[in-house]
């Protein structure tokens, strides 16, 4: 995780959306913005007395260098069924990788993952489903974060689709966050 108590001064306008509300906002080229918390790929920002999310792509926005992809990612429809076995700890690691833009810890030591596993489907083709919450019912960024489920679980090789469900049966509390987790929050 990177965090900075210095000013970084954007370099174009970005595309962002502001925490907790999740309205989508433009910080404008040479707003002073400070990266509050950078994991997942994504940047979360204090700019003008409210925290933003920034994407991963916008990163050189903010003065980071964006190392390009050079293969290109197949859209869904030129994906054809993967005739491979999902490995079940490559969803648990991409997992990992989700964070809620306001809490330094990743979603599924958070405990906000009630189920994750894969379907065989008729057409011989791997669809994971992913149950999950929020930390509050309410959260404006559950959106988000469930498009970040889904774009990071797809990436799963022989992953050929995604279905993420948002509940709120069970309602989340702090008793489901790992060890870990509460160790990293100071919540021991």
Same mark, same amino acid.
């Given at each position: 995780?990177?965090?900075?108590? %210095?000013?970084?001064?954007?370099? @174009? /306008?970005?595309?962002?959306?502001?925490?907790?509300?999740?309205?989508?906002?433009?910080?404008? #080229?040479?707003?002073?913005?400070?990266?509050?918390?950078?994991?997942? *790929?994504?940047?979360?920002?204090?700019?003008?007395?409210? !925290?933003? @999310?920034? &994407?991963? %792509?916008?990163? /050189?926005?903010?003065?980071?260098?964006?190392?390009?992809?050079?293969? &290109?990612?197949?859209?869904? &429809?030129? %994906?054809?069924?993967?005739?491979?076995?999902?490995?079940?700890?490559?969803?648990?690691?991409?997992?990992?990788?989700?964070?809620?833009?306001?809490?330094?810890?990743?979603?599924?030591?958070?405990?906000?993952?009630?189920?994750?596993?894969?379907?065989?489907?008729?057409?011989?083709?791997?669809?994971?489903?992913?149950?999950?919450? !929020?930390?509050?019912?309410?959260? *404006?960024?559950?959106?988000?974060?469930?498009?970040?489920?889904?774009? %990071?679980?797809? /990436? #799963?090789?022989?992953?050929?689709?995604?279905?993420?469900?948002?509940?709120?049966?069970?309602?989340?509390? @702090?008793?489901?966050?790992?060890? &870990?987790? @509460?160790?990293?929050?100071?919540?021991?």
């Amino acid at each position: 995780m990177t965090t900075s108590n %210095k000013m970084i001064t954007t370099t @174009r /306008d970005i595309d962002a959306v502001l925490i907790p509300l999740g309205t989508p906002v433009i910080i404008p #080229v040479g707003a002073a913005v400070m990266i509050t918390q950078q994991l997942g *790929g994504s940047y979360t920002v204090s700019v003008n007395g409210n !925290l933003a @999310r920034i &994407e991963g %792509k916008d990163g /050189d926005a903010l003065g980071f260098i964006q190392e390009g992809d050079a293969t &290109e990612k197949p859209s869904e &429809e030129e %994906k054809t069924p993967s005739q491979g076995t999902v490995d079940d700890e490559a969803l648990q690691a991409a997992l990992k990788t989700c964070f809620d833009p306001e809490i330094p810890v990743n979603i599924v030591d958070l405990g906000l993952i009630y189920d994750c596993h894969v379907v065989d489907t008729d057409d011989g083709s791997n669809l994971v489903e992913v149950t999950m919450t !929020l930390t509050a019912p309410g959260c *404006g960024m559950g959106p988000f974060i469930v498009d970040d489920v889904r774009a %990071k679980v797809l /990436d #799963v090789e022989h992953v050929d689709d995604v279905h993420v469900e948002l509940v709120f049966d069970p309602a989340w509390d @702090r008793a489901m966050m790992s060890d &870990e987790a @509460r160790l990293q929050l100071g919540m021991f």
